[in-house]
């Protein structure tokens, strides 16, 4: 059973900072830590979900949005991943999700749906 809870949102001005945290716990039976990614997805009302950034295998990949001014790191021993965002925008204004998926062997380890889901964060900018 894997549990993923997010902290770290709340209200901030533009041009504002903040450091999202996501507490990894629990294990999937029959996978290793190398066979998760994990990242975070943001959805702002009335719009669908999109990816924010994610890792996987030590590898990052992010949203076009988010290249230069967002960065995702995990700390693997106490089991966090962050996202650090920088030069907030209005329109980065969203629940933010963290979530993680496994798969052993997958030719799309990091899907637009993971397995596992936290409960979100909401970060506004104004």
């Known amino acids: 059973h894997v549990q993923l809870v997010e902290s770290g949102g709340g209200s901030v001005q533009v041009g504002g900072s903040l450091r999202l945290s996501c507490v990894a716990s629990?294990?999937?039976?029959?996978?290793?830590?190398?066979?998760?990614?994990i990242g975070w997805f943001r959805q702002a009302p009335g719009k669908a979900r999109e990816g924010v950034a994610v890792?996987?295998?030590?590898?990052?990949t992010y949203a076009d949005f988010a290249k230069d001014r967002f960065s995702i790191s995990q700390d693997k021993d106490k089991n966090i991943v962050y996202l650090q965002m920088n030069g907030l925008r209005p329109e980065d204004t969203a629940m933010y999700y963290c979530?993680?998926?496994?798969?052993?062997?997958?030719?799309?380890?990091?899907?637009?749906?993971?397995?596992?889901w936290g409960q979100g964060t909401q970060v506004t900018v104004s």
């Open positions: 979530a993680a998926h496994y798969a052993i062997h997958s030719t799309s380890p990091c899907p637009q749906s993971p397995n596992y």
């Open positions: 629990g294990y999937v039976d029959g996978y290793r830590f190398t066979d998760r990614c």
């Open positions: 890792v996987y295998t030590g590898a990052t």
